[in-house]
């Protein structure tokens, strides 16, 4: 995704690389992986700006 990553250069730099950024596409199989690999990257962070902006709801 290229708008989160520009968001989390921001982040890491606004915040001089203590706050992390996560952004999580959807609430599918596919959102949960994004949001597994995005948070161990961040988790060691002092801070954690979670994103859900475009999420959407996963099909039952």
Do not use: K, Q, W
Request: with cysteine; glycine share 14%; proline share 5%.
């Amino acid at each position: 995704m290229p708008g989160s990553r520009s968001n989390r250069r921001a982040v890491h730099e606004a915040s001089g690389g203590r706050i992390g950024y996560l952004h999580i596409p959807d609430m599918g199989p596919h959102g949960y992986a994004e949001f597994h690999r995005g948070f161990l990257a961040e988790v060691m962070r002092d801070g954690l700006v979670v994103s859900t902006c475009a999420t959407t709801a996963a099909a039952t």
